[in-house]
């Protein structure tokens, strides 16, 4: 076992990162947080069988699959590393997995060791405007890496709240705290990913949320098929960072109010 751990943000970044010459062990990331139940204690038991429940149901997914693909690969946070490498992106989907892997590590270990450094890839015109490590090579991911920055407790505390108020699901209380944070150190790409969460928890006067209503707009503009929406809602709106199944989760919600009718 290395004394250096990476945490991927999910199994398309793997095969980049395979590329490099990079020491270290390597978790891939494999929940959506952004979706679903959660509770504040990201340790307890019940967080994970809820997760684990609604994962199954929703994506229909068996749960001993849940458990070997997600829960088993967690338990390489148990490990002593004295480094631990997040990679994770700029969109909403990564930056709630981000809270949850800073919650479960703050829990988990003292502050003081091992050193946790963040590198996040934002639109880069280095990367031809990559919009994900997926896209990128050995070569790109070592570059990322040379300009990785380590947290301290300060953004650990910053996610802390962050990840508090993400679970709470209270719209004003996440605007006026929004409202009131200028410094973001480290994780500057936190603030624009909870404004795009902020808009999830608005409802407006149809009783739709943003995104529902981003997709009933998509579809009345003539997509009249789930991969001519996903196309068209991934180009526009790319701060969520929804893969289908996710987005499936609003358009059968959209069906289901009678809103909307798919082709296949």
Same mark, same amino acid.
């Given at each position: 076992m290395?004394?250096?751990?990476?945490?991927?943000?999910?199994?398309?970044?793997?095969?980049?990162?395979? @590329?490099?010459?990079l020491?270290?062990?390597?978790?891939?990331?494999?929940?959506?947080l952004?979706?679903?139940?959660?509770?504040?204690?990201?340790l307890?038991?019940?967080?994970?069988?809820?997760?684990?429940?609604?994962?199954?149901?929703?994506?229909?997914?068996?749960?001993?699959?849940?458990?070997?693909?997600?829960?088993?690969?967690?338990?390489?946070?148990?490990?002593?590393?004295?480094?631990?490498?997040?990679?994770?992106?700029?969109?909403?989907?990564?930056?709630?997995?981000?809270?949850?892997?800073?919650?479960?590590?703050?829990?988990?270990?003292?502050?003081?060791?091992?050193?946790?450094?963040?590198?996040?890839?934002?639109?880069?015109?280095?990367?031809?405007?990559?919009?994900?490590?997926?896209?990128?090579?050995?070569?790109?991911? @070592?570059?990322?890496?040379?300009?990785?920055?380590?947290?301290?407790?300060?953004?650990?505390?910053? /996610?802390?709240?962050?990840?508090?108020?993400?679970?709470?699901?209270? $719209? $004003?209380?996440?605007?006026?705290?929004?409202? @009131?944070?200028?410094?973001?150190?480290?994780?500057?790409?936190?603030?624009?990913?909870?404004?795009?969460?902020? %808009?999830?928890?608005?409802v407006?006067?149809a009783?739709?949320?943003?995104?529902?209503?981003?997709?009933?707009?998509?579809?009345?503009?003539?997509?009249?098929?789930?991969?001519?929406?996903? /196309?068209?809602?991934?180009?526009?709106?790319?701060?969520?960072?929804?893969?289908?199944?996710?987005?499936?989760?609003?358009?059968?919600?959209?069906?289901? %109010?009678?809103?909307?009718?798919?082709?296949?």
């Amino acid at each position: 076992m290395s004394n250096i751990l990476h945490i991927l943000n999910g199994d398309a970044a793997l095969s980049g990162f395979n @590329e490099t010459g990079l020491d270290g062990d390597v978790l891939v990331w494999r929940e959506v947080l952004s979706e679903g139940p959660l509770q504040e204690n990201i340790l307890s038991g019940s967080f994970w069988s809820a997760r684990a429940q609604w994962i199954s149901q929703t994506f229909h997914e068996n749960i001993d699959f849940y458990q070997h693909k997600v829960i088993d690969e967690l338990g390489k946070l148990n490990s002593d590393y004295t480094e631990i490498n997040l990679w994770f992106e700029f969109d909403l989907h990564c930056q709630v997995n981000l809270l949850g892997v800073l919650q479960m590590l703050s829990r988990k270990t003292d502050m003081s060791a091992p050193a946790i450094y963040l590198i996040c890839l934002a639109d880069c015109v280095q990367f031809n405007f990559a919009k994900g490590l997926g896209e990128l090579n050995g070569e790109q991911f @070592e570059e990322l890496y040379d300009g990785r920055e380590r947290l301290n407790e300060w953004e650990f505390e910053l /996610a802390t709240e962050a990840w508090q108020l993400y679970v709470q699901g209270n $719209a $004003a209380v996440l605007e006026k705290w929004l409202n @009131e944070n200028n410094f973001w150190g480290g994780m500057p790409l936190l603030k624009p990913a909870l404004q795009a969460h902020l %808009k999830r928890l608005q409802v407006n006067e149809a009783g739709l949320g943003y995104i529902e209503q981003r997709l009933l707009d998509i579809y009345n503009s003539g997509a009249k098929t789930r991969s001519s929406i996903y /196309a068209t809602f991934w180009n526009e709106d790319k701060i969520f960072g929804m893969g289908d199944s996710e987005i499936d989760i609003y358009l059968d919600s959209l069906q289901q %109010k009678q809103l909307i009718s798919l082709s296949i």
